[in-house]
């Protein structure tokens, strides 16, 4: 039972429902040193960091770097900066407290609002999820000439695969998701020293804020959706429990500090290879003659500029981008239902609802929209932007309270920091909502959520951590 009395200075740690996989604490760092001790805390960063360079990171970066050169490139190294500031706060807390975001959700909150909380997580995930399966049909058609429908279909086996990795323990998945990364990673970096960027240029665009237009600024809140995804927060905090570390003060402390550097580590390869496909974007699209609104555009004319090999390493790393990413979406899935509702799914049966739920959506697209699949893909990312606050705001509310983190409350700093994160983020979505949409509705949802989550909070009690 955890002790909720208000005399209580912190609440005692428990066993994370995601250990009924037999993942928590399954991986040992006791007794190593140096950078054997490194090696043994990294890993769930770069989990993590997949998700921050995924299809919908590319319809938004092309975009941005199409439409804009590098006046955009500021908005990945914010987001990335956003991005690392929370996942090390969610590192923060699933370390400091045995619990990931989901289960604070449930324990914390009200019920309705909880309930609420988790119905916003799930809509992000099968957002995030239908950037995946066009991205991965993308790619197949690239590389094998499939046709889209097809290509979504395929996506559905990938729970297969999923079922295959995880016999193998956490370790191996941690190791093939590096090994995708890395491919995209040193398919971008091949494909820059190709395309011979204007260096100066990118690092102006880099310290320079600016937004040229409207339409500028919808590309930039699907950047930044893209970049810092709610699910993400839900599953960093969850495996970073993976890592047997000395259950004592002084152990907790340490296990933070080297999740810290892992995730500052892991999100600054994520940072490069968002800024090479804005970059590469920008040293190649922008301002010619071809139109290039889709990926397929992309991949069609990085022949005549760079070669056939550059076009083959932007499809590999696309579809080396899906995979990851699902992995990691499969995982997010299962600690978000779990975490929420204590319910306990075989990780294949959460992967082939939340897929499922992903092709419909997606082969309607596909339908509608034939090859112009980047205007949904940046859509899917702005939609995950408006989820961010329903994730961003509990994650600084739990780990800023005394009484929960107890002495790894975050500091002063780290609390205004974070309100200032979530303003941005809060002012950045309605923005757009009012400029792009019907303001009328976007008032009207507005106040409907603000009175659903004040009767939640205010109206009914809390309920007692149990």
Not at 92 to 112: E, F, H, S, V
Not at 124 to 149: M, P, Q, T, Y
């Amino acid at each position: 039972m955890v002790n909720s009395s208000p005399n209580s200075e912190v609440e005692p740690t428990r066993p994370a429902q995601f250990s009924g996989q037999g993942i928590n604490r399954s991986v040992e760092v006791k007794g190593k040193k140096g950078w054997r001790r490194w090696l043994a805390f990294a890993g769930p960063a770069y989990l993590i960091s997949v998700g921050y360079m995924d299809p919908g990171n590319w319809a938004t970066d092309l975009s941005g770097g199409y439409h804009y050169g590098y006046a955009l490139l500021w908005v990945i190294g914010l987001s990335s900066l956003m991005a690392v500031f929370l996942q090390a706060l969610c590192a923060r807390l699933g370390i400091a407290t045995g619990r990931d975001l989901a289960q604070a959700c449930r324990d914390y909150c009200p019920k309705p609002a909880a309930h609420a909380l988790w119905l916003l997580a799930e809509i992000a995930i099968i957002a995030c999820d239908v950037a995946e399966v066009i991205g991965s049909a993308v790619a197949l058609k690239l590389l094998f000439g499939l046709d889209l429908r097809l290509g979504v279909l395929l996506t559905g086996f990938d729970v297969l695969l999923l079922l295959a990795l995880m016999r193998f323990g956490f370790r191996k998945i941690e190791a093939i998701v590096l090994a995708l990364v890395a491919t995209v990673f040193v398919s971008f970096a091949i494909n820059l020293v190709w395309a011979h960027p204007n260096l100066a240029a990118a690092a102006h665009g880099l310290v320079t804020p600016s937004l040229p237009d409207t339409q500028a600024l919808v590309i930039a809140v699907g950047i930044l959706g893209a970049t810092v995804m709610p699910h993400n927060l839900y599953l960093h905090s969850s495996i970073v429990q993976t890592r047997a570390n000395e259950e004592t003060s002084e152990g907790r402390r340490d296990a933070i500090r080297w999740a810290t550097w892992d995730t500052v580590i892991a999100l600054g390869a994520a940072f490069f290879v968002n800024a090479a496909i804005l970059i590469l974007a920008a040293s190649v699209f922008y301002g010619g003659k071809e139109v290039v609104e889709q990926l397929e555009d992309a991949y069609k004319l990085l022949t005549p500029q760079l070669g056939s090999a550059a076009a083959v390493l932007f499809a590999v790393a696309l579809l080396a981008s899906g995979q990851s990413s699902t992995l990691t979406g499969t995982l997010a899935g299962q600690v978000v239902m779990e975490g929420f509702t204590d319910l306990r799914v075989k990780p294949w049966v959460r992967r082939l609802v939340t897929r499922l739920l992903a092709i419909i959506p997606a082969m309607l697209i596909v339908i509608a929209y034939g090859e112009k699949t980047n205007a949904p893909l940046v859509l899917s990312q702005v939609v995950l932007s408006m989820q961010l606050p329903f994730a961003v705001i509990p994650l600084i509310w739990f780990t800023s309270d005394q009484k929960r983190m107890g002495e790894f409350v975050s500091p002063m700093w780290a609390r205004v920091v974070g309100v200032l994160v979530a303003a941005t983020i809060l002012v950045a979505d309605v923005y757009v909502l009012v400029t792009q949409y019907d303001w009328r509705l976007v008032v009207i949802g507005s106040i409907t959520l603000l009175a659903y989550f004040a009767w939640a909070f205010f109206g009914r009690a809390k309920p007692t951590a149990t």
